[in-house]
């Protein structure tokens, strides 16, 4: 079976520095997908960055990208330039074929000013 | 923008009662998924559809049922709403099942059984 995991329950990072949330994740498929969601206090769960597991080069998108690293199952999200309102709960998930979606229990992310 | 409204932001049933959650989307979404999301265990899938009148077991589908009757609408169910069901409820939708379709989710249902 496939799990996700991410190990950092809570992170904090100054204003306009960068942090880095870690994800694994263990499966036997050689194709899949892995996305990072944000959850603000607000609650709803929005997309942050995708990578598709065949493409080497790592996804990014504005402030946040990507490290992915297959032979070792790693997904690490980095965020640069950090901004108060990226204060949030961040979930890893995998995807396979099928589009059902794993998760990881998530990392709290504070930005402090 | 794909909107999933889900009925209810707080809801506090007593032990035992039948629980309704219901959740529409409006962007012809094939799939739609309930997870429950619980401190420290991130997001657990409950129970999930593809179609209209299909339905799947998710990992932890025990004491839950669901239905699908319309494409928009996917409706949680708890028979005999119990203690340890209190915890926060995600439907979300996707467009169809490819594994790179993103999930689109509602604002959740914050549920309290008492």
């Known amino acids: 079976a496939q799990t996700v995991t991410q190990s950092q329950p809570e992170m904090s990072v100054q204003e306009a520095e960068t942090v880095t949330l870690s994800c694994t994740y263990d499966?036997?498929?050689?194709?899949?997908?892995l996305f990072w969601y944000k959850q603000p206090p607000s609650r709803q769960m929005i997309l942050v960055i995708r990578q598709e597991a065949y493409k080497q080069q790592n996804a990014t998108e504005n402030r946040f990208s990507v490290n992915f690293q297959k032979a070792a199952k790693s997904f690490s999200l980095k965020i640069s330039d950090s901004q108060l309102g990226d204060t949030a709960m961040y979930f890893c998930a995998f995807s396979n074929q099928g589009g059902k979606l794993i998760f990881g229990q998530g990392t709290e992310l504070s930005v402090k000013p | 923008d794909v909107k999933v409204t889900q009925s209810s932001r707080y809801l506090v049933k007593r032990t035992g009662e039948k629980v309704f959650l219901e959740c529409v989307q409006d962007?012809?979404?094939?799939?739609m998924f309930w997870y429950r999301q619980d401190p420290g265990l991130g997001l657990r899938l409950i129970y999930f559809?593809?179609?209209?009148?299909?339905?799947e077991k998710g990992d932890i589908p025990e004491g839950y049922s669901v239905s699908r009757e319309k494409k928009e609408r996917f409706s949680l169910i708890l028979e005999s709403a119990s203690t340890n069901q209190t915890s926060m409820y995600l439907c979300?939708?996707?467009?169809?099942?490819?594994?790179?379709?993103?999930?689109?989710f509602g604002n959740g249902t914050r549920l309290t059984v008492t």
């Open positions: 979300a939708s996707s467009l169809d099942r490819a594994w790179n379709s993103p999930l689109h």
């Open positions: 559809s593809y179609d209209v009148k299909m339905k």
């Open positions: 962007m012809d979404h094939e799939n």
């Open positions: 499966t036997s498929e050689s194709n899949y997908y």
